[in-house]
């Protein structure tokens, strides 16, 4: 199989996610709306790109936004050690990252890598690493 030659990776430490059940709501059956913790969720992941300087802000700069397929690790952190899915969080998550400018949109997501690990204070929050992902010939 080919290798994979990958460019700088951009690092962001969120919030973690909230469920998709806590994310989006189904109104009559047929809509469907992201809710006010879901909202939440979108501005504060945008507020972490913006300060990371990856994402600017209202002020004209030109963004970075990823244009080209992605590989993705997240590093997931919960605030106690109940059982979860660790696919749960991702909706909210990778759409919270398109909403904020990280990338043009979540189907350029090539590599997709999740890890939940063990967090002992209570504290919930996630690790993302996100890299250009390029094959070689």
Known sequence: PPGRAVEAEVVLELPYPPSENHYRAHLRGHMVVITAAGKAYRKAVRAVAVESGFVPDSTGATPRTLRGPIS?????????NRRRDVDNPLKALLDSLT?????????QIVRLLVEKKRR????PFCVVAIREHHELP
Request: proline share 5%; hydrophobic share 40%; charged share 25%.
């Open 72 to 80: 993705v690790r997240v590093d997931l952190y919960p605030a106690d």
């Open 120 to 123: 002992v204070d209570g504290n």
């Open 99 to 107: 909403f904020a400018g990280v990338w043009g949109d979540d189907s």
